[in-house]
C-alpha cells in the first residue's frame, strides 16, 4: 500500500484532484449558508475523489477490460431504453411527458455519459476489426442520434465535440483536428437546423 500511495503521489492528476477538493472544503469555512447545504455541495464534488481509488482499482488489464465493459453494458441498457420510451410513449426512469428520454440521474450526467459511451466505443470499432463492428456502428450511431437530437444536455453537446475532436487528433494528429473541425461543422449545422430541441438549447 505505502509503494501504491507513492505512485500516487507522483501523479500530478491525482495531486490536482485533491488539491480541488480540498480548496472546496476550506470554502465551507466561510459560507452564507447552514453546514448541511453546504455538504450537500461538497458531495456533489466526491467525483474528485474517485480519481485516485479509479486508478489504484484499474491498475490491471482485467480490471479495466470489465469496468468498461461494465460501463458500456449500463450505458447500452440507458440506450435502449431511451429508445423504447421514444417510440412507445412509456415513461419510466427520469422521463418525463414533455418529451425528455432521460433514463437516470438527470439529462445532463445521461448526455455526458452516454457521449463518453459513444466515444469508447468508436475507438473499439477502429482498433479491432471483429465481426461485432456492425454492430458497433449501429450503436455509435444511436448514441450520437440520442445526444444530439434526443437529449436537452448542452454539456452532452460540448463533451461529444470534445471527444470528436480528440479521436480525429489520436487518428491523424493536428491534420486530424482540421477534419474533426469540419466534421462538427457538418453535424453542427445539419443538427441546428433539423432539430428544433437543438436550436432551443442552443439559443
Known sequence: YQLRFQR????????????????????????PVSL???????????????????????????????????FLGAMGITLFLSYLI?????????????????????????????SLAAY??????FQHRTHWRGLQGVVICLAVYNIVFMSQGRTGYVVLASLILLLMYQWQ????IWVGVVVLAILGSFAYLSSEVVKQRVD
Open 86 to 114: 421514444a417510440m412507445t410513449g412509456w415513461h419510466f426512469g427520469k422521463s418525463t411527458e414533455e418529451g425528455s428520454f432521460v433514463i437516470f440521474k438527470n439529462y445532463i450526467t445521461q448526455g455526458l455519459l452516454m
Open 173 to 176: 494528429r493536428w491534420r486530424g
Open 8 to 31: 500516487l503521489r507522483q501523479l500530478t492528476i491525482v495531486v490536482v484532484a485533491l488539491l480541488l477538493f480540498g480548496i472546496i472544503l476550506v470554502g465551507m469555512i466561510n459560507t
Open 36 to 70: 448541511i447545504t453546504a455538504g450537500r455541495m461538497v458531495d456533489k464534488y466526491r467525483e474528485l475523489l474517485y480519481i485516485p481509488l479509479f486508478i489504484l482499482l484499474f491498475r490491471d488489464n482485467t480490471t479495466r477490460r470489465w469496468g468498461l465493459f461494465a
Open 120 to 125: 469508447f466505443v468508436t475507438v473499439q470499432f
